[in-house]
């Protein structure tokens, strides 16, 4: 036998008006509330993050689009045919031949030998040695020779890398490096470097403000032998110069997809109390 269903009895007139009052009331706190939190300084500052991450990550794709330009402009000078250092080099010269390979003869003058340092390669601590280069009319520049271990720190336990001899090196033409602001303060009379400072060791040389890379030839078995005896280490052929851009604009893009995600959860409007009811009564099934 079939069990009947309970009757549903008619809710009467006065108690639905009441009943419509109060989701209207509702409404109205809701309402205001969504207001509020539209005018908040949370949500202004929710609105602000994404705009800046897709300006940041705008602005780091021209800056790939430079960087990459530059990557194929140096290799191309690397690659060029050595020429000859001129005896007067201008800034300009070293503005436009940065990283080309130049020839250069002279006599290094080893009694005015600086080393810059600390500086570790694969891990081992060490200098890297800036020595005069006098040339055949009586100019200097300077030479950064390489890096040496400091356990050969005084010029007398490397006697191989002291040779008076005149000397022809192949190296890389050099922009004066920025000064690295987190370094100690150098001290030119006492012939301590923390970081290259160009002009300043140029003065203690007596030297033009000109840098060479000496390059160091490719070959496994004589970097090992110039270590092991203390002649410094040169500039590799193959310049790694840093290129994190496309990590930054990848880091901006995502911080403003996911910040732009969150203002939109945030900035939703709720749903009014009348359309909540109708929401549950369909989850329901029609039993409310």
């Known amino acids: 036998m079939a069990t009947a269903m309970p009757r549903q009895t008619a809710v009467p007139p006065a108690q639905r008006r009441a009943y419509a009052r109060r989701l209207g009331a509702d409404d109205s706190v809701l309402d205001t509330e969504w207001k509020n939190q539209l005018l ?25 689009k430079w960087k990459l330009a530059l990557l194929d402009e140096v290799n191309d000078r690397m690659h060029r045919r050595p020429v000859a250092l001129p005896l007067r080099v201008t800034s300009e010269e070293i503005d436009r031949n940065e990283y080309r390979r130049v020839i250069v003869h002279g ?30 009319d009586g100019s200097r520049v300077l030479v950064n020779r390489g890096w040496i271990k400091r356990a050969m720190r005084d010029p007398q336990t490397r006697p191989a890398s002291q040779d008076p001899g005149p000397v022809t090196l192949v190296a890389f033409v050099r922009r004066p490096p920025r000064k690295n602001t987190f370094a100690p303060a150098s001290d030119p009379q006492a012939n301590e470097w923390f970081s290259l400072e160009l002009p300043l060791m140029a003065d203690r040389a007596r030297s033009q403000e000109v840098l060479l890379d000496a390059i160091q030839p490719e070959s496994a078995t004589a970097g090992i032998h110039d270590i092991k005896h203390g002649i410094p280490l040169g500039t590799s052929m193959q310049i790694d110069i840093r290129n994190s851009h496309l990590q930054y604009l990848l880091t901006w893009y995502a911080l403003g997809v996911l910040t732009s995600a969150m203002l939109v959860f945030k900035l939703r409007k709720p749903l009014s109390a009348a359309a909540r009811v109708k929401q549950l009564r369909s989850r329901a099934g029609g039993l409310l």
């Open 40 to 64: 908040s300084w949370k949500t202004i500052g929710l609105l602000v993050i994404p705009l800046v991450a897709f300006g940041l990550g705008t602005w780091q794709v021209y800056r790939l």
């Open 107 to 136: 006599e290094f003058d080893h009694a005015g030998e600086m080393l810059i340092g600390p500086r570790s390669y694969e891990g081992e601590p060490g200098f890297i040695v800036v020595t005069p280069l006098v040339r055949e």
